[in-house]
């Protein structure tokens, strides 16, 4: 069991950046596959990135790569998504998450965060 907490949403224009954080709550959050999600009005929640307990591997989405950086601090119990050169389309609550192992099926991962709110206007 691990309790999320993200912040960091907001408005943003085309083209901007934003940088989410997750807080993690427990002593073993090292032990935990890391990701991000989203899900736009009207959409299923869908896989953003994922970064492994070590940090040494990361997977992000098609639509993602290239703009988007997900990063963790262990020591702080904290993963980051740095969000670049933002579309109007990637607009959604933006949701953390942790499992075991790394999946892109959402129905899999254990523990999510309350999601925060990132809007992009054209």
């Known amino acids: 069991q691990v309790q999320l907490v993200e912040s960091g949403g907001g408005l943003v224009q085309a083209g901007g950046s934003l940088r989410l954080s997750c807080a993690a709550s427990g002593r073993t959050f090292s032990s935990y596959v890391m990701g991000w999600f989203r899900q736009a009005p009207g959409k299923e929640r869908e896989f953003v990135a994922a970064?492994?307990?070590?940090?040494?591997?990361?997977y992000y989405a098609d639509s993602v790569k290239g703009r988007f950086t997900i990063s963790r601090d262990n020591a702080k119990n904290t993963v980051y998504l740095q969000m670049n050169s933002l579309k109007p389309e990637d607009t959604a609550v933006y949701y953390c998450?942790?499992?075991?192992?790394?999946?892109?099926?959402?129905?899999?991962?254990?523990?999510w965060g309350q999601g925060t709110q990132v809007t992009v206007s054209s």
């Open positions: 998450a942790a499992h075991i192992i790394y999946t892109v099926v959402t129905t899999l991962w254990s523990s």
């Open positions: 970064i492994r307990r070590s940090g040494d591997s990361t």
